[in-house]
């Protein structure tokens, strides 16, 4: 089983619906989790931190579900930029110790106008 | 400058050959990592270091080696290219709170 799982997508999603993601991992240990946002070939960069009690940026809004062991991420009134891979991470060391991030293969959110 | 520069941009190398790729950060951060992505596999870790004399083994270090020249400088080394090293790498660094990320060295080994 992998550590982490994501549905691949594609997701094509019209320009202002709202779109959720869900992901899954398999060790209960873990720690700190992330969505990061990856542009076709380029770097991936942190989106957003996933806390148990829910957190809201904008139009994103990530939730923990430590007793499933699974993270959500909702997209509302989605916009052409959001396009792009969404990358759900986990973490099984402290926040604020050593880290070593373990990521999903990704799932792949296109916007039609 | 970006934060974390990685060097070169694009790569293509021959089977057999030697290649390093360097990567340099200004953050000031004492953890590095290396990482390659290929599609449908997602990110993998080969090595990551916590600080200079600390070095260890990623799920995919097999093939790889790395040395940690300076806290700011962390480089990974193809001893011997093969095919199945095509592949994106990243470089990315950690104050504790999320990766950094360069922008990845395209290596194409034919």
């Known amino acids: 089983r992998k550590e982490v799982e994501q549905d691949p997508g594609p997701f094509n999603v019209p320009e202002g619906a709202t779109v959720a993601f869900n992901c899954t991992y398999s060790?209960?240990?873990?720690?700190?989790f992330f969505w990061y946002r990856q542009d076709c070939r380029k770097e991936p960069k942190l989106l957003m931190s996933?806390?148990?009690s829910g957190n809201e940026d904008g139009r994103f809004t990530a939730q923990l579900n430590r007793a499933s062991q699974y993270i959500s991420l909702l997209i509302r009134d989605s916009k052409l930029s959001d396009s792009a891979t969404y990358l759900c991470?986990?973490?099984?060391?402290?926040?604020?110790?050593?880290?070593?991030?373990?990521f999903g293969t990704g799932t792949r959110l296109t916007i039609i106008p | 400058d970006a934060d974390v520069t990685q060097t070169p941009r694009n790569r293509i190398t021959k089977t057999g050959k030697r290649i390093m790729l360097e990567c340099s950060q200004t953050?000031?951060?004492?953890?590095m990592y290396w990482y390659r992505q290929d599609p449908g596999l997602g990110l993998r870790l080969i090595y990551y270091?916590?600080?200079?004399?600390?070095?260890n083994k990623g799920e995919i270090s097999d093939g790889y080696s790395v040395s940690r020249q300076a806290q700011a400088k962390f480089s990974l080394s193809l001893e011997s290219a093969i095919p199945n090293q095509t592949a994106l790498y990243f470089c990315?660094?950690?104050?504790?709170?999320?990766?950094?990320f360069g922008s990845g060295t395209r290596l194409t080994v034919v």
């Open positions: 953050k000031g951060h004492d953890r």
């Open positions: 991470v986990v973490n099984l060391g402290s926040l604020f110790g050593n880290e070593k991030l373990t």
């Open positions: 990315a660094t950690s104050g504790g709170y999320g990766y950094t």
């Open positions: 996933v806390y148990s």
């Open positions: 270091s916590f600080d200079v004399k600390d070095i």
């Open positions: 060790n209960s240990a873990s720690q700190s």
